[in-house]
């Protein structure tokens, strides 16, 4: 059983259904103290229980406290792999224990859209880091360790289950002090997709130095892409924008994707010029009207029903929408199913776009698994069928995560106290104006007292509150 669940028969590894037999199992026992890691996390050996166990026998009944909710969560995540329209492998579960600001995280994915929510510092940037390995982002995660346990090989603070059944623990190096390497993940599966961090870039305009001799492959220019913006991620700079790149590989797109009577056509730059386009219409705020591209004198123009305008002219938030759409229409040429990680996808965008930005995506790539952290009301809400997560710390002051029932019809105003964790979401000088009016008021106020009330509230302009206000003095005098 354990040389099968370390995935060495590569036979039975091909297979979904065995796999993800041998290593529950396999789970099973290291839940139940049989075995443990080793060699940072790459190999398990049996433990003096284990022994006892193989000596005796398997016992006749198993009896833990966990065992009920570890059969419960192990059915759902089997529901939803079921759910899936893609053999394409994706992550199903993470879980983290007693690292870094988290107590117990436990995040089971949905297959098309999984949303992590919290205050600044509450860990979903962290959650969405740990998964970075698998789409070639690198990104540290600093942790600083008291003095290494002498008994303690190796710091097993995690594991990732994936859609083929796969497992993986999360393995920190028990180095003490500070410690900037990521967590080894022994066992990684291999999971299409792509990481967009938070930062959208800023491109000043640029004209094209020299038109492209040939036509990149798709692979090729979402390097390049990727490439220019992890530059800038970690500080660098380098000789073009990220936008110089999307608009140097549309303009040859444009040159190479029909031919002439001296240049063969091209299928593949027909793809992106044409493919591109169709993904914009359906992405882009129905307000913007997008009808198509244009080259003018190698410059990419942007045509709408009501405007005509250069690429780099676009607003900050269109030239956003613009960027994530690029780096995953270019993904999905090799496999149209994969998993996208966007932090803060909300970035430097209007309210209105925050609202339609999580649909857009779903609508504009149907096959997409979307993993999304986000402070926005309207990120949270915009879409009925996903998984909301909010992170906030219990009484012991550590961060755990809900799954939390999101009204989707709920208000900003609502959802920002409901799951964001906000008492209101009154601006603070209203707040305290407020707080002050009804400390003024006597425990049992008469009808002339509440009259009172409302008058002041309403030179305040918050005439709004007074409801509120209302059914608050009947909590306190509960």
């Not at 060495?8 to 075995?35: H, I």
Request: charged share 20%; aromatic share 8%; with cysteine.
């Amino acid at each position: 059983m354990i040389t099968q669940a370390r995935f060495q028969n590569p036979d039975r590894s091909e297979v979904p259904l065995p796999m993800r037999t041998d290593t529950r199992a396999f789970d099973l026992l290291k839940r139940l103290g049989f075995v443990r890691a080793v060699d940072g996390g790459y190999a398990y050996e049996m433990t003096n229980l284990g022994r006892k166990v193989l000596e005796t026998g398997w016992p006749a009944k198993l009896s833990a406290d966990w065992l009920d909710e570890w059969v419960e969560m192990e059915r759902l995540i089997e529901a939803l792999s079921e759910q899936r329209t893609s053999d394409e492998n994706a992550v199903s579960q993470l879980t983290v224990h007693n690292w870094r600001q988290f107590s117990d995280i436990d995040i089971v994915f949905h297959p098309r859209l999984t949303i992590l929510t919290g205050a600044n510092g509450a860990g979903k940037t962290t959650l969405l880091n740990i998964l970075g390995p698998h789409f070639n982002w690198a990104a540290q995660l600093l942790t600083r360790q008291p003095e290494k346990d002498p008994n303690s090989a190796t710091l097993e603070v995690g594991q990732l289950l994936y859609a083929n059944g796969g497992r993986s623990s999360l393995v920190q190096n028990p180095v003490s002090g500070i410690n900037n390497s990521p967590l080894a993940i022994p066992q990684m599966q291999a999971v299409p997709g792509i990481f967009i961090n938070s930062h959208r870039s800023i491109s000043a305009y640029q004209p094209l130095q020299a038109l492209p001799p040939r036509f990149s492959q798709w692979d090729v220019l979402q390097q390049q892409f990727a490439s220019e913006i992890q530059v800038r991620y970690t500080g660098g700079s380098s000789q073009y924008s990220p936008l110089y790149r999307m608009k140097e590989a549309l303009v040859a797109a444009a040159m190479y994707a029909y031919g002439n009577s001296a240049v063969r056509a091209n299928e593949y730059a027909r793809e992106v010029w044409e493919g591109y386009q169709t993904v914009l219409r359906r992405f882009l705020p129905s307000s913007m009207q997008f009808m198509r591209f244009e080259v003018e004198d190698s410059e990419i123009i942007v045509v709408t029903r009501t405007a005509e305008f250069p690429l780099e002219a676009a607003s900050g938030g269109i030239s956003a929408m613009l960027e994530l759409s690029w780096q995953i229409f270019l993904r999905q040429r090799n496999s149209p199913a994969f998993t996208v990680c966007i932090d803060e996808p909300e970035n430097h965008l209007h309210p209105e776009l925050q609202r339609s930005i999580v649909p857009s995506l779903l609508a504009g790539f149907p096959d997409v698994t979307f993993i999304v952290a986000t402070h926005s009301p309207f990120v949270v809400t915009s879409t009925r069928d996903s998984f909301v997560y909010a992170l906030a710390p219990g009484e012991s002051g550590r961060i755990g995560c809900r799954r939390v029932n999101v009204n989707k019809s709920a208000t900003p105003d609502e959802t920002l106290m409901s799951v964001l964790g906000l008492d209101t979401a009154l601006p603070l000088w209203a707040e305290d104006h407020l707080s002050q009016l009804m400390d003024e008021l006597p425990v049992s106020p008469s009808t002339g007292d509440l009259r009172e009330l409302r008058e002041k509230l309403q030179e305040l302009g918050l005439d709004r509150q007074f409801p509120a206000a209302i059914r608050s003095l009947d909590v306190k005098n509960d």
